[in-house]
């Protein structure tokens, strides 16, 4: 992954941490395209963390909020946390009663996990990268050729999918940067 730029740009704001080497800790700044110099909300990466997991507060300004700015930010910033291959999870919680967040988290497509304390908590999980399913398929197709060759079609099938699984493997371990690399 090259180098982050900022600010984030999504179809209607713009989305900026106020530290750009401390991302994960530091409060981001949400404004309207049209209008970058007054911001119309703020956004954490605030809660409790556990491995693989970075939870997300937005705040939106009372006068924004049922515009469905919320759900923009929330999915775009799924999109930008899911870049670092250490996180494979983005939290929120918010009040049970609080219709525009609900409402948001789920057009954003964050699934609701649990209500507990008149708090609903939401998240999203990160899908798996197509390496791996992509080079067992090419090993596949390559142990089938080598077992021709070798006049045993299930050592080559086997050598070829093991070899096409570690491969995939690999590439999905070692793609992107991780969220320690901006604490």
């Given amino acids: 992954m090259g180098k982050l ?3 984030l740009v999504t179809d209607h704001l713009l989305i900026r ?4 080497k401390r991302i994960w800790t ?3 700044t ?4 049209d209008r970058p110099e007054e911001p119309i909300g703020t956004l954490t990466f605030a809660g409790e963390r556990v491995a693989g997991e970075m939870p997300i507060r937005v705040e939106l300004k009372p006068e924004y909020r049922d515009q469905d700015y919320g759900s923009e930010v929330f999915y775009f910033m799924s999109r930008f946390v899911f870049r670092f291959r250490d996180l494979r999870e983005i939290t929120a919680v918010c ?3 609080n219709d525009l967040c609900v ?3 789920d057009k954003a497509g964050y699934v609701f996990r649990e209500h507990n304390d008149g708090r609903d908590y939401y998240s999203m999980k990160k899908s798996k990268t197509a ?3 992509l080079y067992v398929f090419i090993g596949f197709i390559a142990g089938l050729a080598m077992g021709v060759v070798f006049s045993n079609l299930w050592v080559g099938l086997l050598t070829g999918v093991i070899a096409g699984t570690i491969f995939g493997y690999v590439l999905d371990k070692a793609w992107g940067v991780t969220a320690s690399d901006f604490s």
Avoid: Q
């Fill in 17 to 20: 941490p106020t530290d750009e």
């Fill in 95 to 97: 009040e049970h009663e």
């Fill in 131 to 133: 390496w791996t399913g």
């Fill in 103 to 105: 409402h948001a988290l």
């Fill in 5 to 7: 730029k900022f600010p």
């Fill in 30 to 33: 949400i404004s309207l395209k």
């Fill in 26 to 28: 530091e409060e981001w």
